[in-house]
Antibody
């Protein structure tokens, strides 16, 4: 079955960058799955889900939430079926659990286990 | 930017019907997905395209979308259904989540 495994928790200093990985297994995306990709969602402690952006690697397309534009980069490595999310200039309120999810059409049908990123001084 | 509104909390007794709503402008023109998130766990897709259940989701979960409101209904609610529920739509290739509803059973 489809499985998304994310990298482990990180503690970063204020102003630093973090890069979270999300390795997918259990399926083989075909070259022509133009509606397939990965999305990233975060959840601050005690808060709701916040959509950050998504990447469609087959057409090299990314779309970031306006809030994160200029500070986030989403990439994929097709050879390892791994997605990455880098967030720069970390602020204290970036402390959150970051999730990747597979996107098929408009469905977020499988989610990773989450990665806790803690921003400290 | 598009916004979705959800009631912060809903409470039902076991066996009753739970109704969780998601409101947005002309929402009936968009497909709504629903996610269940239990404490300390990743979200799970429980409904998509307004009223379609993924495989493995119990039949007691159903969905609808009309006017400005989408509804997730849980018939014969069980204690295992206690969780946070979030709605999601796509607006010009941008995902928008509702604020979430905490269901207490």
């Amino acid at each position: 079955q489809v499985r998304l495994v994310q990298s482990g928790g990180e503690v970063k200093n204020h102003g630093a960058s973090v890069k979270v990985s999300c390795k997918a297994s259990g399926y083989t995306p075909t070259k022509f799955e133009s509606s397939f990709g990965f999305t990233w969602v975060r959840q601050a402690p005690g808060q709701g889900l916040e959509w950050m952006g998504w990447i469609n690697p087959h057409i090299s397309h990314t779309n970031y939430a306006r809030k994160f534009q200029g500070r986030v980069t989403m990439t994929t490595d097709a050879s390892t079926n791994t997605a990455y999310m880098e967030l720069r200039s970390l602020q204290f309120d970036d402390t959150a659990v970051y999730y990747c999810a597979r996107v098929v059409g408009e469905l977020l049908d499988n989610w990773g286990q989450g990665t806790l990123v803690t921003v400290s001084s | 930017s598009y916004e979705l509104s959800q009631r912060p909390s809903v409470s039902v007794s076991p066996g009753q019907t739970a109704t969780i709503t998601c409101s947005g402008d002309e929402l009936h023109n968009r497909f709504v997905s629903w996610f269940q998130q239990k404490t300390g766990r990743s979200p799970v897709l429980v409904m998509f395209q307004d009223s379609r259940r993924p495989s493995g989701i119990p039949e007691r979960f159903s969905g609808s979308n009309s006017g400005n409101t989408a509804t997730l209904t849980i018939s014969g609610t069980q204690t295992m259904d206690e969780a946070d529920y979030y709605c999601l739509i796509w607006d010009s290739s941008t995902g928008v989540f509702g604020g979430g509803t905490k269901l207490t059973v």
